[in-house]
């Protein structure tokens, strides 16, 4: 999803730790390039890089144990963050990003540390970015509501 093409990550979670390390949930970054999901002892957040630029937004801290529906999007120009079918931040983003040659993770930073403890279930990445009715239909038909 280089440039400024939409996109969408979404992912059901169940951290088994949580603490001060940032654990990817989803990752393609290349030194100070790239985007990036995580999970730490404070937040979960995402981050659109560009030469050490981070748009980022942040949401709620996730509980060991607890299962948790994720969701970003990005339309070209404002990216979201999705938690169990609510919106808890959003954020223009216009920064083009570069494509890499860094492989799209689940889980890990491709280049060591910040892997995942805990379960991924689902993850998806789509092109283009979901609609807000879209994120809540799917939290909705995971929790069987």
Do not use: C
């Not at 440039?3 to 001060?20: C, I, K, Q, Y």
């Not at 404070?42 to 969701?71: D, E, I």
């Not at 239909?137 to 509501?145: I, K, L, M, P, V």
């Amino acid at each position: 999803f280089a440039g400024n093409a939409p996109f969408s990550l979404e992912a059901w979670v169940r951290p088994a730790t949580v603490d001060a390390t940032s654990r990817r949930i989803f990752s393609k970054e290349s030194g100070v390039n790239g985007y990036y999901l995580i999970a730490d002892s404070t937040r979960l957040s995402f981050a659109r890089l560009r030469n050490g630029n981070y748009q980022t937004m942040t949401g709620p801290k996730l509980a060991v144990g607890s299962t948790y529906h994720v969701v970003v999007t990005y339309d070209g120009a404002t990216q979201r963050l999705y938690v169990n079918g609510a919106q808890v931040d959003v954020e223009a983003s216009a920064q083009a990003i570069v494509d890499s040659t860094s492989p799209f993770t689940v889980g890990a930073k491709a280049t060591g540390g910040g892997n995942w403890v805990g379960t991924i279930d689902a993850p998806a990445a789509y092109n283009p970015s979901l609609s807000a009715a879209t994120v809540l239909a799917h939290s909705r038909a995971g929790t069987g509501t």
